[in-house]
C-alpha cells in the first residue's frame, strides 16, 4: 500500500516527515521571494515546509482531513504570518483562495493519493497490513468503504475494482464479497483482506492479492480521479503567468490522467487539410521536460513507497484557462456537477 512520503527519525529521536521527490519538486517549483504557492495536498506538510524554507514566501496548504488541518496549524506557528491551512479539496482551490482574496499564484504542488500519516494510522482504515475499521475516507464525511462494500452491486463493484485497481481477477473479487457480506458485515480491514487473499492467486511479484483492490475502493470512497480531474482544472484557473504546476502521482491511472491534461493544454494541433478548421484555445501550459520525472535509487532504497511515484510540471502561459468556474460555469448555463460514477464492463 503507497502513501506519500515516509517519517524517520531525526538526530534527537523525533519523527519528521519526507516527502516523496522533495527536491525534484522545490527544482519544479522554484520558489522565490514574495511569491505565493499552494500545498494542494498538505497531509503533514512536508513540501509547505521546503518551500517556506528555500524562500520567504507565502504558502497555502489545503487538505480535507481535519488531522491534516490541525497539524498545519501547530506548523505555521514555525513561519508566522507565511502559512494558513485550509479545510477542503484541492479541487475547490480557485473558490477557496478566492474567498480569501488570493489569486496568480506562483506555484501549485499536488502529492497524490493516501498520505503516510493516514496509512499508517490503522483506525483511519487505509492499510491491510494492521487491522483497522474498513473506514478508507479522507475526510470525515460520506460513506465509508465498509458502506460500500456492503451495499454495492456485485457488477459495480467488479467494476470499480477492474478499472481503478487494475485487477484482472476483478469479478472474482466482487463475488467473493458478495457472498461474504451475506454471512455478515464485512467490517475490517483485516476481514477484507482475507476475502480477497483466497479470492486472487498469489502471485511472484511479493505484491499482497489485497493491494490492487484496497486501492480500488479508497480511490472509489474518495472520487480521486474526480477530484484530480476539478484539481488540474482549479489549477489552471489559479496559476498566474510563469507560475509552475508540480504533480506527483503513485499509480498508472493518475498518471496518465496528468500527462493527458498537460499535454492537451500544451500543445497547438495543426489539424486535418481535409477538415474545416476548429476553434482551439491557445496552450495554456508549457511543459517543463518531455518526460515524467522518477525518484532516484537512493530515495527508492531509503523510502520504498516512493518507487512507484512520477513527477510531472508545467509552466502557465498568458493565456486564458481552458475551463471556468464553478460560479462563471453556472452563469453560461453549464454545470460542473460531480464525477460520473464508475461503469461500463469488466473485458
Excluded at 489569486?103 to 497490513?129: C, H, K, M, N, Y
Excluded at 473506514?135 to 457488477?155: H, K, L, N, S, Y
Excluded at 513527477?311 to 460542473?336: D, I, K, Q, V
Amino acid at each position: 500500500m503507497i502513501g506519500r512520503g515516509a517519517t524517520i527519525s531525526s538526530a534527537d529521536g523525533a519523527p519528521v516527515h519526507v516527502p516523496v521527490m522533495l527536491a525534484e519538486v522545490l527544482a519544479a517549483l522554484a520558489p522565490k521571494a514574495g511569491g505565493t504557492y499552494v500545498d494542494g495536498t498538505f497531509g503533514a506538510g512536508g513540501y509547505s515546509a521546503a518551500i517556506l524554507d528555500a524562500a520567504p514566501c507565502r504558502v497555502w496548504g489545503i487538505d480535507r482531513d481535519p488531522e491534516a488541518v490541525d497539524r498545519g496549524r501547530r506548523l505555521a506557528e514555525r513561519y508566522p504570518g507565511r502559512l494558513d491551512v485550509i479545510e477542503g479539496r484541492f479541487g475547490d482551490m480557485d473558490r477557496l483562495l478566492g474567498e480569501r482574496g488570493v489569486a496568480g499564484v506562483d506555484g501549485v504542488a499536488l502529492d497524490l493519493g493516501v498520505s503516510s500519516p493516514q496509512i499508517d494510522t490503522p483506525e483511519r482504515g487505509f492499510s491491510f497490513r494492521q487491522d483497522g475499521p474498513l473506514d478508507m475516507r479522507m475526510g470525515g464525511d460520506g460513506p465509508t468503504a465498509a458502506d460500500f462494500v456492503a451495499t454495492a452491486e456485485e457488477r459495480e463493484m467488479a467494476d470499480i475494482i477492474f478499472r481503478y485497481g487494475e485487477e484482472r481477477y476483478a469479478r472474482r473479487v466482487a463475488r467473493a464479497i458478495v457472498a461474504a457480506r451475506a454471512e455478515g458485515p464485512i467490517t475490517r480491514t483485516s476481514a477484507l483482506a482475507e476475502i480477497v487473499r483466497r479470492a486472487v492467486p498469489r502471485s511472484n511479484d511479493g505484491i499482497d492479492p489485497a493491494t490492487r483492490t484496497f486501492q480500488a475502493l479508497r480511490i472509489a470512497v474518495n472520487d480521486e480521479m474526480g477530484e484530480l480531474e476539478r484539481g488540474l482544472d482549479a489549477a489552471e484557473r489559479t496559476l498566474g503567468p510563469g507560475g509552475r504546476l508540480a504533480v506527483v502521482s503513485f499509480h498508472s491511472l493518475e498518471d496518465r490522467a496528468v500527462k493527458t491534461f498537460l499535454r492537451g493544454r500544451s500543445t497547438i494541433e495543426s489539424g486535418s487539410r481535409h477538415l474545416p478548421p476548429t476553434a482551439r484555445p491557445d496552450p495554456s501550459f508549457r511543459l517543463l521536460g518531455g518526460r515524467a520525472v522518477r525518484p532516484g535509487d537512493a530515495e527508492c532504497r531509503a523510502n520504498p513507497r516512493a518507487r512507484s511515484a512520477r513527477l510531472r510540471a508545467a509552466e502557465r502561459t498568458t493565456a486564458r484557462p481552458w475551463t471556468l468556474g464553478p460560479s462563471a460555469a453556472a452563469a453560461a448555463g453549464r454545470s460542473s456537477g460531480p464525477a460520473p460514477r464508475a461503469g461500463g464492463s469488466v473485458s
